[in-house]
């Protein structure tokens, strides 16, 4: 467990112009929708209390999507808004979401199309899945799920 907290991403931070920040929910849906972040933070929300664990091999303790310890999350740990996902690595709980595609079946993200596990479950020591994945077999599954979307 770390008491710090590691900043550990692929790329720059984003700069966010909270006027045009919008989060988008599309896909398996009966009807998608777009959110302003005010309308976002309006909407009612609980407390999630979980451990988060990194595939390097630190873990940190109760963290929630829009703040943590009290404070709102930085740039760097994926302000405004950060998908958590309890119970696998955090990899899975990626920083600056804004929306949701619901599918009917598993997509690799950017990790996963780069060698991690689909699952990434920290128990079962998910952490990598095999040989990433090449450009044709990428462009193969996102038609496949627009074609079914």
């Given amino acids: 467990m770390t008491t710090k907290w590691p900043v550990l991403h692929y790329g720059d931070v984003p700069r966010v112009e909270l006027k045009t920040w919008t989060f988008a929910v599309s896909g398996r849906v009966a009807r998608p929708f777009t959110l302003t972040y005010d309308e976002l933070l309006a909407l009612p929300r609980k407390t999630v209390r979980c451990d988060i664990h990194c595939v390097t091999r630190w873990s940190r ?66 952490r990598y899945g095999g040989r990433a994945l090449t450009q044709h077999e990428i462009n193969r599954l996102r038609n496949l799920s627009k074609k079914r979307g």
């Fill in 61 to 126: 303790l109760d963290l929630i999507a829009l703040r943590w310890g009290g404070e709102w999350l930085t740039p760097e740990h994926g302000w405004p808004a950060r998908l958590l996902v309890p119970h696998l690595y955090l990899w899975k709980s990626a920083k600056w979401v804004r929306g949701f595609e619901l599918l009917d079946q598993d997509m690799p993200g950017f990790w996963e199309q780069n060698g991690y596990h689909m699952r990434g479950d920290p128990w079962r020591e998910e």
